[in-house]
């Protein structure tokens, strides 16, 4: 027999990223990012035929939180899809340390999959780099610096379809 709970067992993203930027000494609430006009449409061909890239908030491997200042936010990457890399830098953000682990790529960012993917023609191929964004309370710097330059990665890449996956 299913028992309803009285309140939500999952947790808010949302909600636990207002409280977390509040902790931090921030007065104005979180506000998501967004686009009135985005540059997203319609695939015009099947995902067959497409080329899929894949995004992450993940720090590139040597962004160890140590090497950087105080304060300072990591920089957007390309890099390459083929080989993966072994790892990637995600101990200094906030997710579920005692639910899960990053130690395997391909449970947050899954290039591996995406090859295989392709490889059975489930999509027609993998973009040559993947892309890392920081988290950042700016949201006027998502929208001014970070968007516009992942977009023209995809653009230089060819990219059909994004994979978006953050931490």
């Not at 006009?37 to 908030?57: I, M, Q």
Request: charged share 25%; glycine share 6%.
């Amino acid at each position: 027999m299913e028992t309803r709970r009285p309140y939500r067992s999952f947790v808010s993203y949302i909600d636990r990223s207002r409280d977390y930027y509040a902790a931090q000494g921030y007065t104005k609430p979180f506000a998501w990012s967004y686009h009135r006009e985005v540059p997203f449409t319609r695939l015009t061909k099947p995902l067959s035929k497409c080329r899929v890239g894949a995004l992450t908030t993940a720090g590139q491997p040597g962004a160890e939180l140590q090497d950087l200042p105080r304060g300072k936010v990591r920089d957007l990457y390309a890099l390459g899809a083929d080989p993966p890399p072994q790892r990637l830098v995600t101990d200094d953000l906030s997710w579920d340390k005692n639910a899960t682990h990053t130690d395997d790529l391909d449970s947050f960012l899954p290039l591996n999959r995406l090859s295989e993917y392709a490889a059975d023609n489930r999509i027609g191929s993998t973009s040559a780099r993947f892309y890392g964004v920081p988290t950042s309370y700016s949201r006027g710097k998502t929208l001014r610096d970070y968007a516009p330059q992942v977009l023209n990665w995809c653009r230089e890449d060819a990219v059909d379809a994004m994979l978006l996956s953050g931490l």
